[in-house]
């Protein structure tokens, strides 16, 4: 039985790495491809145009959390993530293989966009049904470690998106080639893992706690079920806001950050984010650990607490720090902190919901915030720093994360879970 389980998580959590990396390849690669499909003007402006494509594809996570949490609610989680595959393979083959503006004008941004709306598809149907089937057949003792596996194969998706460029930066092409053509080829990698991760998936065992109890047992249109829990909605869109701004800037946007406010060059914002993303995945266990003894709620209260008296202070630090040390240094803390959301804030959702509605529920709401404010995250911090005022954006991000703390305050502790009585 322990094999069996440790095999589910293992299936899963690869599965999702794989995933997430299709998903994040595009952030990671933006700098050097966004003149390709963008008409020419100042560096900005290009990467204001990459991240509103970017933010397009979270368009989509609503749908995508809509539909596939239905479909894993009604059919299998298993189902679910071998379908979700197919679509983000799609997409990553779709950006690898678009000519650039040059070639062919508007239709290069435009099949851009459907590339990414197809992964967001993907995506958001991936997020909420891996949380439910990880925490599914994780031992109820121990979830906030295992489920915090969750996280980490996520930020383990950005990590080997950031190593294959290390690979192409320093050992295979020159800077002129990887802007002019090495770009796509992470995009091609990202479609053969696709296929790698559908062959996993199609390996590993439905949630026994799904099969026990969930099957068959979603018949209602998924918005009608979760009509039927308002104040789970209400708390994981809460989480969400504040947490989604805080992981997208100091995870996702922070490579870019490092070079068009703190004057890094491309080369050395690469080898930081290497190093950054090493040490967040290594907190996730951690923090999730940490939850599994002093309990879900009092670890989101320090995010709060501590996001929104430093969030601010840390990017004015980060911008003003010239030496590679101590931005790094800087960055490690705020991920330190975000770590207080980011290694429970699935389990805590999944824990908020039964197993009938339970991908929904996660996904559907998860997905909305984040369409709106962790997709736009990017293009407003440029808009903040294009319009000459980019502490605005550093405040912008503290008062969301203190929306989150409010709504923590009033979360009842979800350790041990009393949605299953044993595991």
């Given at each position: 039985?322990?094999?069996?389980?440790?095999?589910?998580?293992?299936?899963?959590?690869?599965?999702?790495?794989?995933?997430?990396?299709?998903?994040?390849?595009?952030?990671?690669?933006?700098?050097?491809?966004?003149?390709?499909?963008?008409?020419?003007?100042?560096?900005?402006?290009?990467?204001?145009?990459?991240?509103?494509?970017?933010?397009?594809?979270?368009?989509?996570?609503?749908?995508?959390?809509?539909?596939?949490?239905?479909?894993?609610?009604?059919?299998?989680?298993?189902?679910?993530?071998?379908?979700?595959?197919?679509?983000?393979?799609?997409?990553?083959?779709?950006?690898?293989?678009?000519?650039?503006?040059?070639?062919?004008?508007?239709?290069?941004?435009?099949?851009?966009?459907?590339?990414?709306?197809?992964?967001?598809?993907?995506?958001?149907?991936?997020?909420?049904?891996?949380?439910?089937?990880?925490?599914?057949?994780?031992?109820?003792?121990?979830?906030?470690?295992?489920?915090?596996?969750?996280?980490?194969?996520?930020?383990?998706?950005?990590?080997?998106?950031?190593?294959?460029?290390?690979?192409?930066?320093?050992?295979?092409?020159?800077?002129?080639?990887?802007?002019?053509?090495?770009?796509?080829?992470?995009?091609?990698?990202?479609?053969?893992?696709?296929?790698?991760?559908?062959?996993?998936?199609?390996?590993?065992?439905?949630?026994?706690?799904?099969?026990?109890?969930?099957?068959?047992?979603?018949?209602?249109?998924?918005?009608?079920?979760?009509?039927?829990?308002?104040?789970?909605?209400?708390?994981?869109?809460?989480?969400?806001?504040?947490?989604?701004?805080?992981?997208?800037?100091?995870?996702?946007?922070?490579?870019?950050?490092?070079?068009?406010?703190?004057?890094?060059?491309?080369?050395?914002?690469?080898?930081?984010?290497?190093?950054?993303?090493?040490?967040?995945?290594?907190?996730?266990?951690?923090?999730?650990?940490?939850?599994?003894?002093?309990?879900?709620?009092?670890?989101?209260?320090?995010?709060?607490?501590?996001?929104?008296?430093?969030?601010?202070?840390?990017?004015?630090?980060?911008?003003?720090?010239?030496?590679?040390a101590r931005a790094m240094g800087f960055i490690l803390l705020a991920?330190?902190?975000?770590?207080?959301?980011?290694?429970?804030?699935?389990?805590?959702?999944?824990?908020?919901?039964?197993?009938?509605?339970?991908?929904?529920?996660?996904?559907?709401?998860?997905?909305?915030?984040?369409?709106?404010?962790?997709?736009?995250?990017?293009?407003?911090?440029?808009?903040?720093?294009?319009?000459?005022?980019?502490?605005?954006?550093?405040?912008?991000?503290?008062?969301?994360?203190?929306?989150?703390?409010?709504?923590?305050?009033?979360?009842?502790?979800?350790?041990?879970?009393?949605?299953?009585?044993?595991?």
């Open positions: 039985m322990e094999g069996t389980r440790l095999r589910s998580l293992l299936g899963g959590s690869i599965g999702n790495l794989i995933e997430w990396y299709d998903w994040l390849a595009y952030s990671t690669f933006s700098l050097y491809f966004a003149k390709a499909f963008f008409p020419a003007g100042d560096r900005t402006a290009q990467l204001m145009n990459a991240a509103a494509v970017f933010a397009v594809g979270y368009v989509m996570r609503p749908l995508g959390a809509l539909l596939f949490g239905w479909y894993a609610d009604r059919r299998g989680r298993r189902s679910a993530l071998t379908l979700s595959i197919f679509l983000m393979c799609g997409g990553s083959l779709l950006v690898a293989v678009t000519p650039g503006y040059t070639s062919i004008g508007i239709a290069a941004p435009g099949l851009l966009v459907l590339a990414r709306l197809l992964q967001g598809l993907s995506v958001g149907g991936e997020y909420g049904t891996s949380a439910a089937y990880l925490m599914e057949v994780s031992p109820v003792s121990r979830r906030g470690f295992f489920v915090s596996f969750h996280y980490l194969t996520l930020l383990g998706g950005q990590l080997v998106a950031i190593l294959v460029l290390v690979v192409l930066q320093y050992w295979l092409l020159t800077p002129a080639q990887l802007g002019a053509w090495g770009w796509r080829i992470p995009f091609v990698v990202g479609s053969v893992l696709a296929l790698a991760a559908l062959w996993i998936r199609r390996g590993i065992l439905e949630s026994p706690e799904f099969a026990r109890q969930g099957a068959g047992a979603a018949r209602l249109n998924p918005l009608r079920l979760l009509l039927r829990y308002p104040r789970q909605i209400v708390l994981v869109a809460a989480m969400t806001l504040g947490g989604t701004l805080a992981v997208n800037t100091f995870s996702v946007y922070m490579p870019k950050f490092l070079v068009n406010t703190a004057g890094f060059s491309n080369e050395q914002s690469t080898l930081m984010s290497l190093g950054l993303i090493v040490g967040f995945m290594a907190m996730q266990p951690a923090v999730g650990a940490l939850s599994d003894r002093v309990g879900r709620k009092p670890v989101l209260i320090g995010f709060g607490v501590l996001g929104t008296l430093c969030a601010a202070p840390l990017l004015a630090a980060i911008a003003g720090a010239h030496d590679p991920l330190l902190i975000t770590s207080g959301y980011s290694a429970v804030n699935a389990l805590v959702k999944a824990e908020l919901f039964p197993v009938e509605v339970r991908a929904a529920g996660i996904g559907i709401p998860y997905a909305i915030v984040v369409a709106i404010f962790g997709g736009s995250s990017e293009w407003v911090g440029l808009r903040f720093k294009h319009a000459g005022w980019e502490q605005g954006y550093y405040y912008y991000v503290a008062g969301c994360i203190l929306v989150s703390l409010l709504a923590v305050i009033r979360l009842r502790e979800t350790r041990p879970s009393s949605i299953v009585a044993s595991n």
